[in-house]
């Protein structure tokens, strides 16, 4: 503004500030009458005077998102759904409303508002059967991003086929749970009311106290103590618990605390980490049981890590015992089954290899001929559901790893089979192929003076310089596309 024309300095009026209140970051107070006629205009907008003193007149607002209890996009102007109200957009997991002209993209997404529906769905048999997957928007977002960064055309094709597929929904905090759970609850429910489709969405259940015990690049918010373990039941269970119980009318899986009880199996006599979370791993799974397993229209799977990490005979039988101890604390809480292989690396079948020195004596050297012993172990230890979904979001292509127990950020590195229910006949017990762990998010950082550096992610085959573990890792993803097994 022209300070040779100014009336007065503008007194710290308390007028309202409006988001489209643009003269309080020049001094001046906004006119609190949007009507107060125009005195002045320069190119910071229109100038009124009201006691005496200049103020700013409102633009009209323009972030109409605001009105609905929506912010307005900042970084993105990517229209994922268009309603009456305008076009919407993601950000980080969350719905928001684009303000300037933006065309509309390809992916339809659900209205964020649907109507409520107390309906009861209920589970029975296969969850992934019959129903459509729903899209998580803050992948979809994700691939967007990354397209942006790709020069290949036939990459960029094979990337914008990465958003027409389904993937797991990761609750690994308390805030990323406040904020991904209930949106997506919505947007599911959306998505059916939009399509007619029973429509379901697989999250992961992933804050245990000391989570990630063996290791370190997934290293939780919460300790192995007694606090933290309270804060992961009030905080985190129960108030998944309370949305679940809001949003009956679609079904949903959760993926229950991955690599938790394979470390109970292996690793709490080497691991002193692993033996201070004992109690809290196998008392936070009592509780959650207890809770999401009386629920109809939900569907649970507990990790069992990967053919080479339970495999082996021995580390079965042991496996056994810890998962149906798990499962009976439970109760009446129940689980439908077992998920492998979650953010892993090893092929769904690999016919090179069998038990001898190089699988070291490992009857299961694929995640085939591991569920394939696990269903037998399982049932005849009377586990009464034993049904397994495989994540092949990492599993298409042998990476050039050359010991199977590499976990990080494998080069080589392709997707695998496409998420479907029962893919395999003649195995009715898997449920499903899912992509449980999205490609393109990293495993864990390669950056030695990080706290959560773990030496894995800096061996030779895994890719490097790479960013924490859920963070978006660009040449992961592209070489994840160029591998992928079937082709993109
Ligand atoms: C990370 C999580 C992340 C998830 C999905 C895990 O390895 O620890 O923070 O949400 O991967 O990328």
Same mark, same amino acid.
């Given at each position: 503004?022209?300070t040779?024309?100014?009336?007065?300095?503008?007194a710290?009026l308390?007028?309202?500030?409006?988001? /489209?209140c !643009?003269?309080?970051?020049?001094g001046?107070s906004?006119c609190?009458n949007?009507?107060?006629?125009?005195?002045?205009?320069?190119?910071?907008?229109?100038?009124g005077?009201?006691?005496g003193?200049?103020?700013?007149?409102?633009?009209p %607002?323009?972030c109409?998102?605001?009105?609905l209890?929506?912010?307005?996009?900042?970084?993105?102007?990517?229209?994922?759904?268009?309603?009456?109200?305008g076009?919407?957009?993601?950000?980080?997991?969350?719905?928001?409303?684009?303000?300037t002209?933006?065309?509309?993209?390809?992916?339809?997404?659900?209205?964020?508002?649907?109507?409520?529906?107390n309906?009861?769905?209920?589970i029975?048999?296969?969850?992934?059967?019959?129903?459509? +997957?729903?899209l998580?928007?803050y992948?979809?977002? %994700?691939?967007?991003n990354a397209i942006?960064?790709?020069t290949?055309?036939?990459?960029?094709?094979?990337?914008e086929?990465?958003?027409?597929?389904?993937?797991?929904?990761?609750?690994?905090?308390?805030k990323?749970?406040?904020?991904?759970?209930?949106?997506?609850l919505?947007?599911?429910l959306?998505?059916h009311q939009?399509?007619?489709?029973?429509?379901?969405?697989? *999250?992961?259940?992933?804050?245990?106290?000391?989570?990630?015990c063996?290791?370190l690049?997934?290293?939780g %918010?919460?300790l192995? $103590?007694?606090?933290?373990?309270q804060?992961?039941?009030?905080?985190?269970?129960?108030?998944?618990e309370?949305?679940?119980?809001?949003?009956?009318?679609? @079904?949903?899986?959760?993926?229950i605390?991955?690599?938790?009880?394979? $470390?109970?199996?292996?690793n709490?006599e080497?691991?002193?980490?692993?033996?201070e979370?004992e109690t809290?791993?196998?008392?936070g799974?009592?509780?959650?049981?207890k809770?999401f397993g009386?629920?109809?229209?939900?569907?649970?799977y507990?990790?069992?890590?990967? /053919?080479f990490?339970?495999?082996?005979?021995d580390?079965?039988?042991k496996?056994?015992?810890?998962y149906?101890?798990?499962?009976?604390?439970?109760?009446?809480?129940?689980?439908?089954? *077992?998920?492998?292989?979650?953010?892993?690396y090893?092929p769904?079948?690999?016919?090179?290899?069998?038990?001898?020195?190089?699988?070291e004596?490992?009857?299961?050297?694929?995640?085939?001929?591991?569920l394939?012993?696990m269903?037998?172990? *399982?049932?005849? =230890?009377?586990?009464?559901?034993?049904?397994?979904?495989?994540?092949?979001?990492r599993?298409g292509h042998k990476?050039?790893?050359?010991?199977?127990?590499?976990?990080?950020?494998?080069?080589g590195?392709g997707?695998?089979?496409?998420?479907?229910?029962?893919?395999?006949?003649?195995?009715?017990?898997?449920?499903? *192929?899912? !992509?449980?762990?999205?490609?393109?998010e990293?495993?864990?950082?390669?950056?030695?003076?990080?706290?959560?550096?773990?030496?894995?992610?800096?061996?030779?085959?895994?890719m490097?310089p /790479?960013?924490? =573990?859920?963070q978006?890792f660009?040449k992961h +993803?592209?070489?994840?596309?160029? $591998? =992928?097994?079937? @082709?993109?």
């Amino acid at each position: 503004m022209k300070t040779t024309i100014a009336l007065t300095a503008a007194a710290a009026l308390a007028a309202k500030v409006s988001a /489209a209140c !643009w003269s309080q970051s020049l001094g001046y107070s906004c006119c609190t009458n949007a009507s107060t006629p125009v005195v002045y205009s320069d190119n910071d907008g229109d100038w009124g005077v009201e006691n005496g003193n200049w103020c700013g007149i409102p633009v009209p %607002e323009t972030c109409w998102a605001e009105k609905l209890g929506y912010s307005c996009c900042t970084s993105t102007s990517q229209v994922v759904y268009t309603d009456g109200d305008g076009n919407w957009g993601v950000e980080n997991g969350n719905w928001c409303g684009i303000t300037t002209g933006s065309t509309p993209g390809p992916s339809p997404s659900p209205n964020p508002d649907p109507t409520p529906d107390n309906t009861q769905y209920k589970i029975s048999g296969n969850p992934f059967s019959g129903v459509e +997957f729903y899209l998580n928007p803050y992948y979809v977002e %994700e691939v967007e991003n990354a397209i942006k960064q790709m020069t290949s055309s036939s990459l960029k094709a094979k990337a914008e086929k990465m958003k027409t597929y389904s993937n797991a929904i990761w609750l690994d905090n308390i805030k990323n749970m406040q904020s991904w759970l209930e949106p997506n609850l919505k947007g599911a429910l959306s998505q059916h009311q939009s399509t007619g489709k029973d429509v379901l969405t697989v *999250f992961v259940v992933y804050d245990l106290p000391g989570r990630d015990c063996h290791a370190l690049a997934s290293n939780g %918010e919460l300790l192995a $103590n007694d606090s933290d373990a309270q804060r992961y039941k009030t905080e985190y269970i129960d108030v998944i618990e309370s949305h679940l119980k809001k949003y009956t009318a679609q @079904p949903v899986v959760l993926i229950i605390e991955p690599d938790s009880l394979a $470390n109970m199996v292996t690793n709490i006599e080497n691991t002193p980490a692993c033996a201070e979370s004992e109690t809290y791993y196998y008392d936070g799974h009592a509780y959650l049981l207890k809770k999401f397993g009386v629920l109809d229209h939900v569907a649970m799977y507990l990790d069992i890590g990967h /053919a080479f990490w339970l495999g082996w005979d021995d580390n079965r039988e042991k496996a056994t015992k810890v998962y149906k101890k798990v499962i009976d604390s439970g109760s009446p809480g129940k689980v439908r089954g *077992f998920v492998d292989n979650v953010a892993n690396y090893t092929p769904w079948e690999d016919p090179t290899l069998s038990r001898g020195p190089d699988t070291e004596w490992n009857p299961c050297p694929d995640e085939k001929r591991y569920l394939e012993a696990m269903y037998k172990d *399982f049932t005849s =230890a009377g586990i009464k559901s034993v049904y397994f979904v495989s994540d092949s979001s990492r599993n298409g292509h042998k990476t050039d790893r050359k010991h199977p127990g590499e976990w990080c950020n494998q080069t080589g590195v392709g997707i695998g089979a496409r998420p479907q229910a029962s893919p395999i006949s003649g195995m009715s017990y898997l449920d499903a *192929f899912y !992509w449980i762990k999205p490609l393109g998010e990293s495993d864990g950082t390669s950056d030695e003076s990080a706290a959560r550096f773990d030496g894995y992610c800096g061996h030779d085959t895994a890719m490097k310089p /790479a960013p924490e =573990a859920g963070q978006w890792f660009q040449k992961h +993803f592209e070489q994840g596309l160029e $591998n =992928a097994n079937p @082709p993109l």
